[in-house]
């Protein structure tokens, strides 16, 4: 969520993303299969075989609740499936973070395609050491310097000649 200024542009943060709207009349905080669907469809197809899910641990309930019913009387398919402790939605790895934002606000759920996020190294990591300040008390201490700066590969939304735009961050309206 870096604003660029000082810091890398976060992968949710740059023109490249697109926000999913709510569903009408959608509860607050909420997540809905129709929302996973929407975001799944605007994933770019490249992206769709590395593409992550990630989440406010807080989404859990809803999303351990939503399911696909099958015909009238059919049962209820789970859409966020566990196997040995790895969460996959809509067939896509499911990631759960508390540096996501808030439930119901813009940033707690999106699609990432994070091959489609630069990070560059300006120099070489720099370790120094002083013995100085902890002199009298035996105490070493180290500073670490690194410049280091991120940003999408995209610098925009792809709009194909048929069909929505498409982009490698997808992220969810606030609700």
């Known amino acids: 969520f870096g604003s660029g200024a000082g810091m890398p542009l976060g992968c949710l943060q740059g023109s490249d993303c697109i926000e999913i709207a709510k569903e009408v009349g959608q509860a607050a905080g909420s997540f809905v299969y129709e929302n996973a669907v929407k975001m799944f469809a605007r994933m770019h197809p490249a992206g769709l075989q590395r593409a992550v899910w990630v989440c406010n641990p807080s989404l859990m309930p809803?999303?351990?609740?939503?399911?696909?019913?099958?015909?009238?009387?059919?049962?209820?398919?789970?859409?966020?499936?566990?196997?040995?402790?790895?969460?996959?939605?809509?067939?896509?790895?499911?990631?759960?973070?508390?540096?996501?934002?808030?439930?119901?606000?813009?940033?707690?759920?999106?699609?990432?395609?994070?091959?489609?996020?630069?990070?560059?190294?300006?120099?070489?990591?720099?370790?120094?050491?002083?013995?100085?300040?902890?002199?009298?008390?035996?105490?070493?201490?180290?500073?670490?310097?690194?410049?280091?700066?991120g940003m999408s590969t995209w610098d925009k939304p792809l709009t194909p000649k048929n069909g929505d735009t498409m982009s490698p961050f997808i992220k969810l309206a606030a609700r």
């Open 62 to 149: 809803w999303l351990l609740q939503m399911s696909v019913a099958i015909g009238t009387s059919g049962s209820h398919i789970p859409v966020l499936k566990e196997s040995n402790g790895q969460f996959t939605l809509l067939g896509l790895p499911a990631v759960f973070s508390d540096v996501m934002k808030a439930a119901g606000t813009s940033g707690d759920i999106a699609l990432c395609d994070f091959q489609s996020y630069a990070i560059g190294l300006r120099r070489d990591l720099t370790i120094d050491q002083s013995i100085h300040p902890g002199f009298t008390s035996d105490l070493v201490s180290f500073r670490i310097l690194a410049r280091v700066d």
